[in-house]
């Protein structure tokens, strides 16, 4: 019995890394879409956002199975309970990826990304990703050491959306009103998947060391 209740440990840690890495391939697509106009791309993301739920679906009923039939204690139930946490981050930062990719092709073939803006959407696009890779490698190798990397990742895009709050209100970009609401919305998008990604790194420091900070 204890070895089935191990295989099904992994198999809970196989599947994070599983939906971690469809959030990755999600949010490096919404991004390029978002920063090339590229509308193909963009209903690429659109389109393939069910897979995740789908498969977090699927990992939280298997988590919760886990939890009835084995009562597992100590860390074992740290990791099943942060599983439900990490899945549902998870699956919020999938959307995320997708409401990028939804500006994109809101705005086709336009560009969403209002002028003076563009070095700061493409930097915050790839600390996004550098964030969800981090992610997949956090979960695959569970090295303490990667939350940090995270979590200074998370204050780069952190500073980087307190700027474009003050562009969008100089004077300049207030002529464009389109352009503020595309720059506010798209800021937030990328500082929130920041901030889901953070949380799934407390969830983890929770299961490595019992403590969430």
């Known amino acids: 019995m204890r070895e089935v209740f191990q295989q099904e440990l992994r198999e809970v840690q196989d599947r994070l890394v599983e939906i971690a890495e469809l959030v990755k391939d999600a ?3 919404a991004t390029t879409a978002f920063g090339n106009s590229d509308v193909a791309l963009a209903e690429q993301v659109i389109d393939s956002s069910e897979a995740v739920e789908e498969q977090a679906g699927a990992l939280d009923e298997l988590t919760i199975d886990i939890l009835a039939r084995q009562q597992p204690v100590a860390s074992d139930l740290r990791l099943m309970v942060g599983a439900l946490r990490m899945s549902a981050s998870l699956e919020r930062m999938a959307d995320l990826a997708q409401h990028i990719a939804q500006l994109a092709r809101y705005r086709y073939p336009e560009s969403a990304i209002p002028k003076g803006l563009k070095k700061t959407f493409v930097r915050m696009g790839e600390l996004d990703v550098l964030m969800a890779e981090k992610l997949v490698e956090l979960l695959r190798n569970q090295d ?8 200074d990742l998370d204050d780069d895009i952190d500073e980087l959306h307190a700027k474009v709050f003050e562009k969008v209100l100089s004077d300049k970009l207030q002529a464009d009103p389109t352009g503020v609401v595309d720059a506010t919305l798209a800021s937030r998008y990328h500082e929130r998947f920041g901030d889901h990604a953070v949380h799934i790194s407390k969830q983890m420091n ?3 060391r019992g403590e969430l900070e």
């Open 27 to 29: 949010i490096q697509q």
């Open 144 to 151: 303490p050491a990667t939350i940090d990397v995270i979590r």
């Open 206 to 208: 929770f299961f490595l």
